[in-house]
């Protein structure tokens, strides 16, 4: 949203007329005026700044160290009505101050309380402006956009702004948030994370997007920056990095295979929080394969939750081909117990472990099982020497 949407947006729930500067008391937005109107807010419209001694005035009061909203006090030689400043922080840096003219009538502790809250929008906002001084942040989020759904020459506008190198590769990690979904407050920390991160991986022409359940970092260059993201989001974060793709117009690649390793961190417990898209495996075969095709027998027995063991014994086995051995000492179970268990197996879901076809069929079904989270196998205990009977 822009800055002078939620200022409009805001006066409109206050009913009441507002000002907002940045960090240099610069005017960047205002809503209409149909209050109390003094010759400093006047001059501040006219001129899109107000006078040294107007800034000198209100630095005194304390507006540049406030954290929380402040009452400015009338200065009637200057022409200035008393205020209520609101501060937009952002990372602890003063970035603006939301004025509201506390006149005809006062504001009340529940209306301050409402701007309070919009602040860290305003100082987001603010700090994104800031930011991406050669591109607009409205042309690059289209930009952006577009190159992830692979819609035409996206890439023009941010190559011809500056915004990122000619003919340099690009590599795409997407960081899903841990708890799974999203709401605007989770959002509003995303954007202010990414934004963090971009100021630092300044030298690699970073971009970025965030999409209703996730966020997306586009980097210049073979490298990924998974443990930057998840120091930087300001919530736990899962991450899965694409491959690098040869120039940024084939970004929408890297990017689908950053989705598909996002989702084998959520549902693979091994990989920990971060994966990337080459070093996913079996997993990386699957990425194409609906969710649906599974072994009829595995199938059968995951809607049993008393066969849930079986199936764990039975991807362990395959895991380990077929060596029974490391099997049994991997789960801490007598071989006799491993082979009665294998031969339930079979039964109930009437195959052959002998079949090397009916093995692989299997055992792709139980990785295809993780994936779509109907199979999520216990941990294991550790691996302790078990002697045969």
């Not at 736990?236 to 694409?242: C, E, R």
């Not at 009829?296 to 991807?315: D, I, N």
Request: aromatic fraction near 4%; proline fraction near 7%.
């Amino acid at each position: 949203m822009d800055l002078q949407r939620i200022v409009d947006d805001l006066a409109l729930r206050l009913g009441r007329p507002l000002l907002l500067e940045d960090g240099r008391q610069r005017v960047v937005a205002y809503s209409e005026q149909d209050g109390p109107m003094d010759d400093v807010r006047r001059h501040s419209i006219l001129r899109r700044h107000t006078t040294p001694d107007v800034r000198a005035f209100l630095r005194a009061a304390g507006i540049h160290e406030a954290t929380r909203p402040l009452r400015t006090p009338g200065a009637p030689e200057l022409g200035l009505l008393p205020r209520v400043c609101v501060p937009a922080r952002h990372d602890g840096l003063p970035l603006g101050f939301l004025w509201f003219i506390d006149a005809a009538p006062a504001m009340t502790e529940e209306e301050i309380a409402i701007a309070a809250e919009a602040a860290p929008a305003l100082a987001l906002t603010l700090f994104h402006e800031s930011l991406v001084t050669e591109l607009a942040s409205r042309r690059e989020l289209e930009a952006v956009t577009g190159l992830l759904l692979r819609e035409p020459d996206a890439d023009r506008p941010l190559i011809e702004a500056g915004a990122f190198p000619h003919n340099a590769p690009v590599t795409v990690a997407v960081a899903r948030p841990a708890c799974g979904g999203t709401d605007e407050t989770l959002r509003l920390t995303l954007e202010r994370g990414l934004l963090v991160l971009r100021r630092r991986l300044a030298r690699h022409h970073p971009l970025h997007l965030v999409r209703f359940d996730h966020a997306v970092l586009l980097t210049a260059g073979t490298t990924a920056f998974p443990e930057e993201m998840h120091a930087a989001l300001g919530t736990p974060v899962l991450v899965g990095v694409g491959s690098p793709r040869p120039s940024l117009s084939l970004a929408a690649g890297s990017y689908e295979e950053a989705l598909h390793a996002v989702e084998v961190v959520a549902n693979v417990p091994e990989f920990g929080r971060s994966a990337e898209w080459d070093r996913l495996g079996v997993y990386r075969m699957l990425s194409g394969v609906p969710h649906g095709n599974l072994h009829p027998g595995v199938a059968k027995m995951l809607g049993e939750a008393q066969h849930r063991p079986l199936l764990e014994t039975l991807e362990i086995y395959l895991d380990l081909a077929g060596n029974a051995q490391a099997v049994s000492r991997r789960l801490r179970l007598h071989r006799t117990s491993l082979y009665y268990r294998l031969r339930r197996v079979e039964e109930l879901a009437e195959t052959d472990l002998r079949d090397g076809e009916e093995r692989l069929s299997l055992h792709l079904s139980l990785k295809l099982a993780r994936l779509s989270g109907r199979y999520r196998p216990s941990p294991l205990p550790l691996e302790t020497e078990i002697t045969s009977q």
